[in-house]
């Protein structure tokens, strides 16, 4: 085992002059110019950019129950492919996770692999049905530690369960998830309702069925005193509703929320394409919904960035738009997406990147040894990144066994040279490290 890597030239944050970096048994335990010392492996950085490892708030590894889509163990390689040193694995899988064994399996496979802490979330409701609470205590007591909980691909809706949910989650010191959209505001939707989608004659999601629901949610983490994390924000009203939450006086409760990398970078024009592997939930929006979140990302609105990386076989997503399943993949596709549409036009600097993520995820989830700063004495959970160098996006070459990702034949800008977990290296140039 590596005890000890020197990384040669890196420029934490992407300020200043670089500097070389000593991590040992897993901290970093110097930074500074020209470290001369014996290592058991010595990293070239050439000037990467140092930022802590990314915290995904939001991934689905599929396992147990469609390993045809995704495993554990491939996640974990396309998660620490593409930066990440920690992931929280959605508990929509089949078996769902809303008890103590699933999310123990999850916890343990996660552990086994070791590329990427894996943290399982907890469902809020058994069986994600959204009638009553799961034994959300025993999953918190339980060797995984379940802190997040969410029945993530379907919202809780009825308001006094969620009202009861959020109680429940505050007394555990946990956070709960909610994925916005009310069911009951449209019949069958397949696209964001708009003209894009009434040209193909596709019945949509309105906005307001997220945006009522986030109103609704903020009011009751404030009464409740509990708290909200909005998954996946997708519209500009979400983003004002959120801006008026956190302005001004203490509201009690807390709320945060997330924005994933396709919903800052594509809009519903993609409909014209009648390609599945746009299909997604919250839909793709309008152009004037992607500023606005991109916006509210770079305002901190948004707290954080999150995957929500969905893979789906191909039979689940070669099929008509109406019976192909929502989702796309996300995991390695984060970093150039966030650079191109946040740090090119300038509305993020890499200290940005950094907090939205790695930090601003791992203080909303309360992990202690994650989203840390570059500095001695700190757990060595870091990814190198090449800002200059841009990639190709090719659905094959992904880590993960699906490959619906929309950005299929896209260039983006910044590349992981290497990601690190507490001072191990888990990916470097492309291949993961098992
Ligand atoms: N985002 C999606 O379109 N799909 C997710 C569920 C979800 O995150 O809502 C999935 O599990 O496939
Ligand atoms: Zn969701």
Redesign the pocket.
Known sequence: MTERVLLKEVRPYGEGEPVDVLVEDGMIARVGASIDVDADEIVHADGAIALPGFVDL?T?LREPGREDAETIESGSVAAALGGFTSVFA?A?TDPVADNAVVVEHVWRRGREVGLVDVHPVGAVTVGLKGEKLAEMGTMAKSSAGVRVFSD??LCVHDPLLMRRALEYTGALGGVLAQ?AEDPRLTVDAQAHEGPNAARLGLTGWPAPAEESIVARDCLLAGHTGGSLHV??VSTRGTADILRWWKSGEDRGGTVSAEVTPHHLLLTDELLETYDPVNK??PPLRTDADAQALRQALADGTVDCVAT?H?P?AAQDKCCEWSAA????LGLQTALGVVASTMVVPGLLDWRGVARVMSENPARIANLGDQGRPIAEGEPANLVLVDPEHRWTVRGEELASIAANTPFEGMELPGRVLTTMLRGRITAHEGKARQ
């Open positions: 939001h689905h959605m929509n993530d691909g994925h998954c996946h997604v939930n929500d969905a789906h399943r929502p989702g796309m």
